[in-house]
């Protein structure tokens, strides 16, 4: 029987991939804006060296032309303003995996410590995303201010709503997956069977909560029609099995290789290989291809 497609927005993804922690405090501050200017080369303006700060700055540039300084501050990219409560913050960058992490690899302290990250406690206490550097790339300081940023498009047969910023890589990943179905039939049953995709969802942020990326309209779900028999999602897993993590990864639905493969080759990472997975969830950040390349 057909299982009913649920809320298919995974509004509170998170990713507890931080295999780098000390490499990405240690990371010069210089290096680290220039990752990111090589990301998003027509947003960030230029780095410059700041002689109140005695460190490197970058000047993103809003849409209405303003300017944003942001600093690089153990890891994080923060305003001036910020900078005294950096603790609040998470680091800007994590390592984005090869590979998806095998439960038969955790031991239990990992276990403990997934557990720890992901409980309601940590939610509401723990360290959140500065909204700053993304609000300003796609213009999301409110609902008001990002939609004037949207665009249909079509995916993979689907109408979605995009931020405009996407449309084209996304472009690019359909039309390297439709070319990979006439040898690929891993991709011809995934296209066969996918029931929907879904990118923009506006949601307000709390102190306690970090901005998901379908607020900014970079983040798409894909979804296959019964989910394919298996578990997409850790937080849906999680309502019934407290030991989510150790669900293991071939009772998980995956999208095809061939499928990863070429929404990476445009800059999206993929959720599934977060250690919080979530398999349906993709997501555009080119920044972390580069982070990870430059600390391996
Ligand atoms: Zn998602």
């Not at 501050?29 to 303006?45: C, F, G, R, V």
């Not at 993304?134 to 995009?162: C, N, P, W």
């Not at 901005?211 to 779900?221: Q, T």
Request: aromatic fraction near 14%.
């Amino acid at each position: 029987m057909r299982k009913i497609i649920l809320p298919l927005f995974c509004l509170f993804c998170l990713s507890a991939t931080v295999p780098y922690p000390t490499r990405i405090k240690d990371l010069p501050s210089k290096t680290a804006l220039e990752i990111l200017q090589k990301a998003y080369p027509n947003e960030i303006k230029e780095i410059v060296y700041d002689y109140k700060w005695k460190d490197w700055a970058m000047i993103a540039e809003t849409y209405s032309g303003d300017s944003v300084r942001l600093f690089w501050k153990e890891g994080k990219l923060l305003t001036e303003e910020q900078i005294p409560e950096s603790h609040k913050y998470r680091s800007q960058f994590y390592g984005y995996p090869k590979k998806m992490k095998d439960p038969a690899d955790m031991d239990d302290r990992y276990i403990a410590e997934l557990k720890t990250h992901t409980s309601k406690e940590a939610r509401k206490n723990g360290a959140v995303s500065s909204p700053v550097f993304f609000d300003t790339l796609y213009d999301a300081r409110s609902q008001e201010s990002i939609e004037k940023r949207l665009t249909r498009v079509s995916f993979l047969g689907r109408r979605m709503t995009v931020h405009e910023k996407i449309a084209e890589p996304l472009a690019r990943v359909e039309k390297s997956i439709y070319r990979k179905r006439i040898w690929n039939a891993d991709v011809r049953v995934f296209l066969h069977d996918l029931a929907s995709c879904d990118c923009y969802h506006w949601r307000e942020i709390r102190d306690s909560n970090s901005r998901s990326f379908h607020s900014y309209a970079v983040a798409v779900d894909v979804l296959p029609e019964g989910w394919g028999n298996k578990i997409v999602y850790w937080n849906w897993e999680r309502n019934r099995n407290p030991d989510w993590m150790l669900v293991p990864i071939s009772k998980r639905w995956c999208p095809p290789q061939a499928v990863i493969d070429s929404f990476e080759a445009e800059g999206f990472i993929w959720g599934g290989k977060w250690a919080i997975w979530d398999n349906m969830h993709f997501e555009y950040r080119p920044e972390l291809f580069l982070f990870t390349e430059a600390v391996r």
